[in-house]
């Protein structure tokens, strides 16, 4: 069997579903996180159409829905806290789904379920990054940060949006721009204490404040809530402070976030507290194609299509499989000496481009495009329009809101077909020799 060696970079989602794949087709799969360990903060994240059908096949249903995130819809309320519109999540599982989806999860644990699902097979190493790579003889030769190095067939760079994969694979070409496209359009993230109340239900509830300041809660366990804040106003004020400063990016928040009415400056009391505080700008990744030599992107590394899509974890699990699929496909023939083609990936890399760009083109269009919404005031007015669509909606029953609630199917796409990984989804593991397993 032509087996590959394959060291991916990064074990986030798209990371951990690659190794997932990798390893049950048998090749020998080396994961390097920078992070001291499985990195699993973050909050909500959901999973949409093809994502879905990806999860399912990967056997990965149940484990999920015992984690799942019990969210039963969104409302929006105004400044007195009273409901104006209310999209139910719509958990039959058919249909399109609303802003709440019939798979959503907290992020670390969904990371996890990969994490659980793929350790025994794959060698995991925490705590170090690639600090070089260079393609010599039919190989690529990495060192890594704690000084080792090690020589592998495929390089993966599924390390996120600001990804060093990304910027080391195109650093030497003339055009080396990178390819992160910022939106200027800051979000922070955070949980804090809230004991349910009684006759509280498991919802989202968001709220529009003058100056286009937007603020959403979602309640995911009794005791705890998620708390987003984002608006054009502190993306001014962020500007001026150094990225990364954590009490400096808390205290811009809670200025610009005071006094907005509703529970508001509770919240913002709760935040200086918090310790799971993550503030980021929101952009998108666009480049063509996704590889250079033995070196291929995957999931927000190579295709980041920004959280306003909510297609982020659907198209890295998407683009994981397909990935896997091709090298599947390819690196499983050998050539006329039995012996297994060394340039099987040139093949495999341009499949998983063409069959999957397609897909991802969808999703992007009109990311980063002047929004009808920039030049809105957001005064009393607006925020009056804004409820009534929005009551409108809910009770028509329309609910997806320009891009508040992605499409569920990709038009004319369709997820390819692998025997390779239907196979191996049902054979045990047990009849596979697997090197790198610890
Ligand atoms: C901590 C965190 C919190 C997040 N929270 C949210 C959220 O609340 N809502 C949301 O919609 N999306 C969130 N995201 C983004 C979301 O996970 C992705 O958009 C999507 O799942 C695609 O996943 P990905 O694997 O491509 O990227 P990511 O999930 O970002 O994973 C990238 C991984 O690569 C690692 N890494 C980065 N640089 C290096 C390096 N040089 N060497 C080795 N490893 C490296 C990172 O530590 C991370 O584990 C979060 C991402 C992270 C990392
Ligand atoms: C909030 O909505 C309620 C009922 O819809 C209304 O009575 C109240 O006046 C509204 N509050 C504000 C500040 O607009
Ligand atoms: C969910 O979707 C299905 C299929 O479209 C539909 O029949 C059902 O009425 C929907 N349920 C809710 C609560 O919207």
């Not at 032509?2 to 990064?10: D, R, Y």
């Not at 020589?151 to 070409?173: C, H, K, N, P, Y």
């Not at 001026?240 to 907005?260: L, M, N, P, T």
């Amino acid at each position: 069997m032509n087996h590959q060696k394959i060291l991916i970079s990064g074990a986030g989602i798209a990371g951990n579903a690659l190794a997932f794949w990798l390893s049950k087709l048998g090749h020998e799969v080396t994961v390097v996180e920078r992070f001291p360990g499985l990195r699993t903060s973050g909050l909500q994240i959901d999973l949409r159409g093809h994502g879905i059908e990806v999860l399912k096949r990967m056997g990965l249903e149940s484990a999920f829905r015992s984690k799942a995130a019990p969210e039963v819809g969104v409302q929006i309320v105004n400044s007195s806290g009273k409901r104006q519109a209310y999209f139910p999540a719509n958990k039959s599982g058919k249909g399109s789904q609303s802003f709440t989806s019939d798979y959503e999860i907290m992020r670390g644990d969904l990371c996890r379920i990969m994490y659980d699902a793929t350790k025994e097979r794959v060698k995991y190493i925490f705590g170090i990054s690639i600090e070089h790579f260079e393609e010599k003889h039919d190989e690529v030769e990495v060192r890594f940060s704690n000084g080792e190095t090690g020589r592998f067939d495929i390089l993966v760079g599924a390390d996120g949006q600001g990804s060093r994969t990304r910027s080391m694979m195109l650093g030497s070409s003339p055009d080396a721009v990178d390819w992160f496209h910022p939106l200027e359009e800051y979000v922070a993230y955070f949980t804090i204490p809230r004991e349910m109340e009684y006759g509280e239900e498991y919802i989202a509830t968001g709220y529009i404040a003058s100056g286009g300041r937007f603020v959403l809660t979602r309640r995911y366990s009794p005791h705890r809530v998620q708390v987003y804040l984002t608006g054009k106003a502190v993306t001014e004020r962020l500007k001026a402070i150094q990225k990364g400063d954590v009490y400096e990016e808390k205290k811009a928040f809670v200025e610009v976030f005071r006094g907005a009415g509703w529970v508001v400056d509770e919240l913002l009391e709760s935040l200086m507290e918090t310790d799971d505080f993550y503030c980021e700008t929101q952009g998108f990744v666009k480049l063509d194609p996704w590889y250079k030599g033995r070196v291929v992107l995957l999931g927000d590394a190579a295709y980041c299509p920004s959280a306003s899509t909510g297609m982020g974890t659907s198209s890295a699990i998407v683009g994981a499989y397909i990935l896997a699929g091709e090298i599947g496909t390819h690196c499983a023939a050998v050539d006329h000496q039995g012996e297994p083609s060394k340039d099987c990936h040139v093949a495999a890399f341009k499949a998983y481009d063409e069959k999957f760009r397609p897909f991802m083109n969808q999703i992007q269009k009109g990311v980063g495009d002047p929004s009808v919404f920039d030049n809105i005031q957001w005064g009393p007015f607006t925020i009056g329009a804004v409820h009534w669509v929005a009551w409108l909606a809910s009770c028509l029953r329309i609910d997806r809101l320009g891009r508040l609630f992605s499409d569920n199917q990709i038009k004319g796409w369709d997820l390819p077909e692998y025997e390779s990984l239907k196979s191996h989804t049902e054979t045990s593991r047990d009849d596979k020799v697997v090197e790198g397993e610890r």
